[in-house]
């Protein structure tokens, strides 16, 4: 297997560098200037463990979460060698999950937070330069209300997006029309915008429709994406009447320009 060498600003570095396997994950795909949303497994599982057989080969311990990642690297890699007829075969129609899908969304998830981490700290830092004057009085009436329906947290969202990934990827059609151009979050927020045009503030609508005659990932992913920012933004509010049921979209406000 051919060596890995992994430096940050031209310093050799270990383990002890990243967070955990998925923070080592994003820094070998940035390095090797990959597309997450059509990730090479292959020359990506070489180069993890690559580096992980370096770190053992320097004595230094390897946490465990890194080794199951290295075996789940290898499991992706083994069932890309198998046509998704193989395992129809096998019976896995209803209950096989994608693992490459379920990296692919913790990789996202992941590097939207590190982009919030960042954002947070400049902020920061940016503060620790100002000065600030007394807190003027806060009205009474003013609406602190949180984007998600208490009960609602980021994990429902996750699981009800995962579960919708295993559906699109059963309803794709065998011969589908790839896209040449990158579908980015600003063309997902316009396309939401386009399908609640037609509904008033206040209405809900389910939040697998907005997945509609969908089924290539990177527009399921960045559609997801936008509907956070917008939940964000409190443009939209995202409701689940109760544990694993469906979670439905209640418009709050929304700019038909965008």
Request: hydrophobic share 40%; charged share 25%.
């Amino acid at each position: 297997m051919e060596k890995v060498n992994i430096a940050k600003n031209g310093l050799t570095i270990k383990l002890s560098d990243f967070e955990g396997p998925i923070d080592l994950l994003l820094h070998l795909i940035k390095k090797s200037e990959m597309n997450i949303f059509d990730l090479p497994i292959a020359e990506i599982t070489a180069q993890y463990l690559a580096f992980i057989h370096t770190q053992q080969a320097m004595q230094l311990d390897v946490a465990s979460e890194y080794l199951v990642m290295a075996a789940t690297l290898v499991k992706i890699k083994s069932s890309d060698l198998l046509p998704e007829e193989a395992l129809d075969d096998l019976g896995f129609e209803e209950e096989y999950t994608d693992p490459r899908e379920e990296l692919m969304l913790q990789l996202l998830t992941y590097k939207q937070f590190q982009v919030a981490s960042e954002v947070l700290r400049e902020r920061e830092n940016a503060d620790q330069q100002s000065f600030s004057r007394v807190p003027m009085m806060t009205p009474d009436d003013l609406d602190y209300d949180t984007t998600l329906a208490p009960g609602l947290v980021l994990v429902d969202l996750q699981t009800a997006f995962t579960k919708l990934l295993q559906k699109k990827r059963q309803q794709r059609p065998i011969r589908r029309h790839v896209a040449a151009e990158t579908y980015t979050l600003v063309e997902a927020t316009h396309n939401i915008n386009k399908h609640l045009i037609n509904h008033r503030v206040g209405d809900h609508v389910l939040f697998t429709s907005l997945f509609d005659n969908m089924f290539e990932r990177e527009q399921l992913v960045m559609t997801f994406l936008a509907l956070l920012e917008m939940a964000k933004g409190k443009k939209i509010k995202l409701h689940q009447n109760h544990y694993q049921q469906e979670i439905y979209v209640e418009i709050e406000a929304f700019d038909e320009d965008e």
